[in-house]
């Protein structure tokens, strides 16, 4: 078996459909939409797909669905109030929830859907302001821009390849990070070989990632690469290092 067949024979063994499962709409997306809807009331704009489904880049190692919360731009609470409130309100209606960087975690069973609440920015765009709880603060970006990003970078093998590693050696690296430091890594390279352009990802995290600077493609004052603090950045770095020093697929990622 060649590198090429055994990588995507990694890919097609944990790649998830971009559509959703009858059971996952009615136990999951459907009672968490209602209660959203009830939370926002008229502030409510639009609730969607969002994240690794949309994108084409999900992978059943990861049980995560993303719904992002588009509140209308005249809503008057502050972006810290709407993400403490959504909090409180899921935890109230006898959900298991947890504070994430900007979204919020709940789990339903094995299942967990990542509620993502934004502000919708004056005018017609799809650029929203979020909270930043990990660092109590908040950025503009645009979702849109971002799924639209990776379906059509042509990356997509590459970056669930990168995924499956990621969850496979138990690394921290945001999924819009990880996703934008492929693209980054493979800049210019051909796309007929996957072995060998995640050969090259895992050698862009070694030599490059850690001092890279990577940028919102929505909006460049937004410092993607901030996301992780140096010492999360440098266990990405080791992992890489181990995984380049190894002789066999089977030992890297499988």
């Given at each position: 078996m060649?590198?090429?067949?055994?990588?995507m024979?990694v890919?097609n063994?944990?790649?998830?459909p971009?559509a959703?499962d009858?059971?996952t709409?009615t136990n999951?997306i459907?009672p968490l939409?209602?209660l959203v809807?009830?939370?926002?009331?008229?502030?409510?704009?639009?609730?969607?797909?969002?994240?690794?489904?949309?994108k084409g880049?999900?992978?059943?190692?990861s049980s995560d669905l993303?719904l992002f919360i588009?509140?209308?731009?005249?809503?008057n609470n502050?972006?810290?109030?709407?993400?403490n409130s959504?909090y409180y309100h899921?935890e109230q209606?006898g959900?298991k929830?947890r504070k994430?960087?900007?979204?919020?975690g709940v789990?339903?069973?094995?299942?967990q859907?990542d509620?993502?609440?934004?502000?919708?920015?004056?005018?017609?765009t799809?650029d929203h302001?979020l909270?930043?709880?990990?660092?109590d603060?908040?950025t503009?970006?645009?979702?849109i821009t971002?799924?639209?990003?990776?379906?059509?970078s042509?990356?997509i093998n590459?970056?669930i390849?990168t995924?499956?590693w990621?969850k496979?050696?138990n690394?921290d690296?945001?999924?819009?990070?990880?996703?934008?430091?492929v693209?980054?890594a493979l800049?210019g390279?051909?796309?007929a070989?996957?072995?060998?352009?995640?050969w090259?990802?895992?050698?862009?995290?070694?030599?490059?990632?850690?001092?890279?600077?990577?940028?919102d493609?929505a909006?460049t004052?937004?410092?993607?690469s901030?996301?992780?603090?140096k010492?999360?950045?440098?266990?990405?770095q080791?992992k890489?290092k181990?995984?380049?020093?190894?002789k066999?697929?089977?030992?890297?990622i499988?």
């Amino acid at each position: 078996m060649s590198g090429d067949e055994y990588v995507m024979q990694v890919v097609n063994k944990y790649k998830l459909p971009s559509a959703i499962d009858t059971f996952t709409q009615t136990n999951l997306i459907i009672p968490l939409k209602q209660l959203v809807t009830t939370w926002a009331g008229g502030c409510l704009e639009d609730i969607y797909l969002s994240g690794s489904r949309a994108k084409g880049t999900a992978v059943n190692l990861s049980s995560d669905l993303d719904l992002f919360i588009s509140l209308k731009s005249i809503t008057n609470n502050t972006l810290k109030e709407i993400y403490n409130s959504l909090y409180y309100h899921i935890e109230q209606a006898g959900y298991k929830v947890r504070k994430q960087n900007v979204s919020i975690g709940v789990s339903i069973g094995e299942k967990q859907v990542d509620l993502v609440p934004g502000k919708k920015r004056a005018g017609f765009t799809n650029d929203h302001s979020l909270y930043i709880s990990k660092r109590d603060t908040w950025t503009q970006t645009n979702v849109i821009t971002h799924i639209n990003t990776v379906k059509n970078s042509g990356r997509i093998n590459e970056i669930i390849l990168t995924k499956i590693w990621r969850k496979l050696h138990n690394l921290d690296f945001p999924s819009i990070y990880l996703e934008l430091s492929v693209l980054e890594a493979l800049k210019g390279k051909q796309t007929a070989s996957p072995s060998s352009n995640f050969w090259s990802v895992l050698e862009y995290l070694n030599d490059n990632f850690i001092d890279k600077r990577i940028l919102d493609p929505a909006n460049t004052n937004n410092m993607i690469s901030d996301d992780l603090y140096k010492y999360e950045k440098e266990a990405i770095q080791r992992k890489a290092k181990e995984s380049r020093g190894q002789k066999y697929w089977r030992d890297i990622i499988w």
